[in-house]
């Protein structure tokens, strides 16, 4: 079960070219995306209204598809408006259209209600195309349920133990205990690990400063599209960082992670890790993802095994551990939302 009316991350927009079409499924439903001539994007069922073949592989006609089993086509807000060997079209014969809004280098789409698709709710990601930071967009398949890479997420005691040698390097990551806050969005967490001998491994040799520490994690999800924006970042011990001092020789990040359910089993990852120093280094901004990428490829890894796991013998009976509070919020917050879509549709 999916929260449906929410803005979801459906691709990037470098993605979609001027001519290619994006066929992709989210919240179990397959989509066609394509860019129109005036550059905005559309996003239809991909599937005809006919006799369901996927309009992915139809042919696009100018903004207009055509499905290239029985040639019905369609232009780009699902409209049927050819039909071969008949002046008009058939009734019932339109595809679903989806709105859709390109914004911080994402195609966001909305498949629940479109009378509730307002822009305003899609969550603020701006770091990925701001001037004064630098990322590049990257994009992860998972063979999971997009609740286990949220689980994953509102519990950093991992970084410990799966990312040892990479985002963590730390016990204190484990033992600290982190504040846990319910906002209007969904949870808050804030972690900090402070006079830490030394930063973390994936920035061995990246690193601004030499001597000890002050450490930090401090991120929101948004349970409405699963939306994780967070800071983190490396400061010289005792400079203040804790409290909003951020000395130049900081190194900061914000870290974008947006989990778009394909199905019950299986999750598009988009993500990006934004710097704001070395800016103009394309090939360090490219070294440094490549460094988060083999850490969240250390999270894929166990939270595939996790998913075969829960495939094998089922999701219950798991024990709770201390650990575990945020992630319990956030588990709760979708299971209330989704019950109050549920409870709204029966009305
Ligand atoms: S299935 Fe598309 S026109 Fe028949
Ligand atoms: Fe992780």
Redesign the pocket.
Known sequence: MFIRNAWYAGAWGHELGTGNMLSRKLLGESVLFFRKSDGTVTALRDR?S????PLSIGRREGDCVR?M????VFDAQGKCIEEPGRKGVSQNTDVRHYPTVERYKLVWIWMGDPARADPDLIPDCHFQDDPAWASDPRYIHYDADYRLILDNLLDFSHLTFVHENTLGGSKKIAEIRPKIEQTPEGVKMTRWYLNEPCVAPYLDGFATFDGPVDRWHVYSLSTLGNVFVMDSGSAPAGTGAPEGHRVPEAMQFVATQIATPEDETHTHFFWTYAHNFRIEDAEFTRMLGDRILAGFLEDKFFIEKQQEMIKEGGAEGMAFILADNGLALGRRLIEQEIAKETASAES
């Not at 006919?50 to 073949?53: I, V």
């Not at 089993?69 to 019905?72: A, T």
């Open positions: 005809c006919h006799r369901f073949a499905c089993y029985h040639g019905l």
